[in-house]
């Protein structure tokens, strides 16, 4: 027996081995059956095999990519490059949680204590305004979810990809395992990638390891016994990750959740958001008059108590007047009105991230702006050229095509036929990394200005007969890009190098200058009028390129320059003078020469009479503290790079000003992360830049920054509208039901009447003044102080006022009514109408806090014409209809009540355009004073 099992055991053992084997294999090689299916590698073991081993797994091609149906294929399999972010609490189960808020327990108990009391009226009438108060909590707070989920969906990140042989420009969630992704400076790696090319890479896995310093990647496989650490995989790119240095190309080896970085995700999803400044002061505010709020009705409830009133009335009045007391809705509204404003935001082109930013761009007074691209239209084109040995050419035609001819001296200059010229374009043509299809641009625009040129020659093909051997890259520092090229024919030879960039520094590298073909020793009067030259270029408006080649980097020889126009963009002149009449400074910061700076800072209107102007090498030998002395006078920052920006910034911060700074490259995410608002450049901007920014312009126009700047201080005079509207109609009801209490008079206002007031408070009127259209004229006035209170002086006389007005009248209403001490439903109905009539006018008043009504426009803010007319529509349905009336205990009310009653109301909305008529007169009154203050001392 003991044998028998033995074998039966150990024939059970082999198969189970041999299953597992089998399992293994087919995972290592699929069979013929699941051949269609790519598998995806895991890092670890794609950093281990040779790249042709990793491309033969993958089925894929290295160079010429994969067909478009193959893509199709794959992503039916493998799915989107994104995460999948898990089910979301069903809908259900977050209505059914509205009913933890204990204010609604409360509710619900008064309901179940009716309902034992036998007062089945009472337990309806409350079920009803619970089932109705709670839906509309539900719906505000699913509407804030969907506004901030949609702000998630904004800033896609995209990818260079080679398919069918062509280099395409595409979002990064459409890539499939076997793609072959094109990596460069300031990208992020959009997959997990086997490189297969790598030129002087380093990239940033701060996101993924958290070591700060970048790593140095390479092609060659990696052994085993090494290879334990992510950080020790230096052949493979991880998605998420910034390059920092160089270029490279990989093919993707992992996707969405099957990347390294998909466990990170999995853990990022548990962080909740941190609640914004405003927010925060929102619910400190709710929760003082959350405080005060239950003192008062306390105090109600006792006093109704020892008057002899019964106490489950006064325990059901006070728990609807906490509700309707409460601003519950304070936190919500904030969060709504901020995300719907930004959603209006990304309509004017501007992409704003963090919601925090919508109030900071309220109290903005200083703006760095780069030129380039953001201050002018970026489209760059060769206007001029000017070669070693001294001819003068012209360019025609415009954008990034071959439209256009080079002239000397009005004739046609075409491929070969001017030696001179023909060597700067060649250089200008073969050390760039641009390219032109189709009219479209794949690059810099400054290198896509030099392709254009060399379109318009005829030399296109000149940078397909040279190959490129060695490389240094451009950076704002070194200001100069240099390749090593060799030509096809030519292999054997060390090749030469081609340098191009700034004229100081390329001047540096000569040693001798071309003439016609012969190179000549460079002399002192050569570079004097070479400068002459450039500064001449310079005072025109144009950035001025020099160009160099030779076999040696020490010594080359110097070619010639082009001047490059770029024009400043339609409209930016025009908003430039608004920011400054509205007290924002604006400071152009640009890594040209001083002429070329100053040349189109005059041209927009920033560059006048006692303007100064600074260069990066004088930034430099201050201090912070000596900067922030002069920083105030400075408007054109010139030969300034991304490293200046930052002591820009502190220096403009320690002068207590609130900074918004532009910027487009790698290096400049460290200003923009310092910055009160970081901005990025939606078209030119480095994904590494728009990872530090808070604001994306879409289409890099300056133009959009004054109208973000706009939409904040919209969003943020919306906010205190809504506060104004909310504090006094909860303050109005708290007196009245006090006064009536105190007074001992019957309650004005029965539970059910309390909670449609709530209703109508928190609901769609008080909602819809956080979509009021922003003023024309609030561009103009001058940025908010970010220290000031939203609850400021006026403000509260505005609130006080309307408060004093509606308790008056509802209870001058109350008192006229009750004439025979006898409470009757006709009572409460016209002191409840009364109180809603009150709201809705108070509501039209609370739309500006200047603006007068007729001036606004009743139709100009749709939503609040629609949620008022709701409102009134419901309210007549609380009088008129008999279900209703029931509930409400009301009864029907004459056409003259109505009238009598619009006609008492209205008044609180004439008082409030009194007020703001008053301010009005006062603030001109100031404002003269102060012109004629300033006058004198002049």
Known sequence: ISKKVYTQFHGFLLCFCVHVVFIQLAEDHPTSEDETMVPVLASKKASELPVNEVAYILQADLQYGLSHSEVTRRRAYHGWNEFDISEDEPLWKKYISQFKDPLIMLLLASAVISVLMRQFDDAVSITVAIIIVVTVAFVQEYRSEKSLEELGKLVPPECHCIREGRLEHLLARELVPGDTVCLSVGERVPADLRLFEASDLSVDESSLTGETTPCSKSIAPQPAATNGDITSRSNVAFMGTLVRCGKAKGIVIGTGENSEFGEVFKMMQAEEAPKTPLQKSMDLLGKQLSLYSFGIIGVIMLVGWLQGKHILDMFTIGVSLAVAAIPEGLPIVVTVTLALGVMRMVKKRAIVKKLPIVETLGCCNVICSDKTGTLTKNEMTVTHLFTSDGLHAEVTGVGYNGAGEVLLDGEVVHGYSNLSICKVVEAGCICNDAVIRNNTLMGRPTEGALIALTMKMGLEGVQQEHVRKEEHPFSSEQKWMAVRCVHHAQQDKPGL??????????????????????????????????????????TAGLRVLAFASGAEMGHLTFLGMVGIIDPPREGVKEAVGTLISSGVAVKMITGDSQETAVSIASRLGLYTKGSQALSGEEVDQMDIQQLSLIVPRIVVFYRASPRHKLKIVKSLQNTGAVVAMTGDGVNDAVALKAADIGVAMGQTGTDVCKEAADMILVDDDFRTIMCAIEEGKGIYNNIKNFVRFQLSTSIAALTLISLATLMNFPNPLNAMQILWINIIMDGPPA????????????????????????ITRSLIVKILVPSVIIVCGTLFVFWRELRDNVITPRDTTMTFTCFVFFDMFNALSSRSQTRMVHEMGLCSNRMFCYAVLASIMGQMLVIYFPPLQMVFQTESLSIFDLLFLIALTSSVCVVSEVIKKIERWRGKGSELIDTTDSFNEV
């Open 767 to 790: 909602q819809s003044l956080g979509v009021e259209p922003v003023d024309k004229d609030v561009i103009r006035k001058p940025p908010r102080n970010v220290k000031d209170s939203i």
């Open 497 to 538: 190098y081609y340098m191009k960039g700034a004229y100081e520094q390329v001047i540096r590298y000569c040693s001798t200058y071309n003439s016609k073909g012969l190179m000549l020793p460079l002399t002192s009067q050569q570079r004097e009028l070479y400068q002459q030259q450039k500064s001449y270029m310079g």
